[in-house]
């Protein structure tokens, strides 16, 4: 870059949809949320020029089913807490004005999300409760079964969405909420977008074309997302990028983005990390060395991304892959701000989606 001019990392709005930071805070007592977030994560987002932070509820299975709706609570009080704490420097947000005010201000824009909804089970009614705390994206499946739908690691069974969890996505498209299709079975997917009303999200998933995993998405996925409206936000998890994890780097990563582009549309794109590495050594106890699950292993990272501060590499590896500022600009959170300042918060209209019966 010549002098005194900003690299388009620092001149566009950066969106990162899937960051389990929630996870390493909360595990820490209450009355340092706010000053343990302020001190070790605040700085990585700050150097990774992240403007828009969506924060999933993941509830880790010692907690389910018994504790799983505690949980759930405990770590979107943990939002609230540390965004309060920390009011000059982020702002947990329910819908695009929201955001785009707080991104006037020199804020880190904040949205809460859930992953899976393990303290919901069939309770389909408490979503709207859950809209009234500030949940603004959800999935309803993570890698096993749960009462809504069958995750991606269930595939064999072939399930589409059960009764509750029809209901489940009408409500929140009711509501203003996205539905997130990352984690999701193939079938469930196939469901999904054959009956959405309106736009879904891919948080954090991947390209299958290039790495076959049942957590990435086939190119059929992704055009079905693109022709909803949706965007899908590619994982940076190295094993899900090549099948040897140990030897993905930044050009892996733009493959996955470059392959996405080309089938669902350069406005169908954008970034959801899922810093799982950097997530696991922070948590206590112990700092779990060799962590993973399914046969994954989510320490391995590419260099120099393994959290939120490296996120620029990103972008100088798009630049140098030929991309253009406009591309970028889309890739970073333009696509993701489009699709939050549509739907987050907005009520359906009265009558949506009443032609799709439930299935």
């Known amino acids: 870059m010549p002098d005194g001019q900003q690299s388009p990392h620092d001149r566009f709005v950066v969106a990162d949809t899937h960051n389990d930071l929630l996870m390493a805070v909360s595990a820490r007592p209450p009355e340092v949320w706010s000053s343990f977030f302020r001190d070790r994560w605040l700085p990585q987002l700050a150097e990774g020029g992240v403007d828009v932070q969506v924060l999933p509820v993941f509830v880790e299975s010692r907690f389910r089913p018994e504790g799983a709706l505690r949980q759930t609570l405990r770590m979107i009080e943990c939002a609230h807490v540390l965004a309060e704490g920390n009011p000059d420097a982020v702002a947990l947000c329910h819908d695009g004005q929201q955001i785009d005010e707080a991104l006037a201000l020199g804020r880190i824009a904040l949205v809460l999300a859930l992953e899976s909804m393990p303290g ?72 999904v977008l054959e009956i959405a009303a309106r736009p879904v999200i891919a948080t954090h998933s991947s390209a299958r074309a290039l790495r076959d995993h049942h957590r990435n998405l086939t190119d059929e996925q992704l055009r079905g997302v693109a022709a909803g409206g949706g965007v899908i936000c590619v994982n940076f998890l190295a094993a899900f990028l090549t099948e040897d994890a140990r030897t993905a780097t930044a050009d892996h990563l733009v493959d996955h983005i470059e392959h996405v582009a080309s089938v669902a549309g350069i406005d169908h794109v954008g ?89």
């Open 120 to 191: 919901i089970d069939e309770s389909v009614e408490l979503i709207p409760t859950l809209h009234r705390l500030g949940v603004r994206v959800a999935s309803i499946a993570h890698w096993g079964r749960t009462a809504l739908a069958d995750g991606s690691g269930q595939d064999g069974t072939g399930s589409r969405l059960t009764s509750h969890g029809v209901q489940a996505l009408r409500e929140m498209e009711r509501l203003g909420m996205l539905f997130d299709i990352s984690h999701l079975g193939a079938a469930g997917v196939a469901h």
């Open 271 to 359: 970034l959801g990390p899922d810093f799982m590495r950097e997530v696991h050594e922070d948590l206590t106890p112990p700092c779990c060395e060799g962590f993973g699950y399914a046969g994954i292993d989510a320490t391995a990272a590419i260099p120099g991304l393994e959290g939120p501060r490296g996120l620029p590499l990103v972008t100088d590896a798009l630049v140098k892959r030929g991309f253009s500022e406009e591309e970028i600009q889309k890739i970073l959170g333009a696509n993701v701000m489009r699709l939050f300042r549509a739907e987050l918060g907005r009520p359906a209209p009265a009558g949506a989606g009443e032609e799709q019966p439930a299935r």
